[in-house]
């Protein structure tokens, strides 16, 4: 079984700059994409940003430019650092990853992180 653990949400000024994180535990071999997702109140989550195995990244049109994705393999770990933040970015973030766990296919979530952006 396979764990996500979110950190690093939180209120941020307009403009402003934060990283989230994504720790991933478990008897894991591979993971071969990582992801961030958000969800607004009432809405179904969308895609923010994704890397593969091999560091190929695709973002949302709302956020390139401002939001880069990345990833630790050694450690397991994805990060969103998110700068030139909005209000409209204000959301709850989750990290997905997809992979290899204990010779098992796994898809799990993180618990999800809240982003707000206000003055």
């Known amino acids: 079984q396979v764990q996500l653990v979110e950190s690093g949400g939180g209120l941020a000024q307009p403009g402003g700059s934060l990283t989230l994180s994504c720790a991933a535990s478990?008897?894991?071999?591979?993971?071969?994409?990582m992801a961030w997702y958000r969800q607004f109140p009432g809405k179904g989550r969308e895609l923010v940003a994704q890397?593969?195995?091999?560091?190929?990244?695709n973002y949302a049109d709302s956020v390139k430019g401002r939001f880069a994705i990345s990833r630790d393999n050694a450690k397991n770990t994805a990060y969103l650092q998110m700068n030139s933040l909005k209000p409209e970015d204000t959301a709850v973030y989750y990290c997905?990853?997809?992979?290899?766990?204990?010779?098992?296919?796994?898809?799990?979530w993180g618990q999800g992180t809240q982003v707000t952006v206000s003055s």
């Open positions: 997905n990853m997809y992979g290899v766990a204990a010779g098992v296919w796994f898809n799990d």
């Open positions: 478990g008897r894991i071999s591979s993971i071969n994409r």
């Open positions: 890397i593969d195995s091999g560091g190929s990244t």
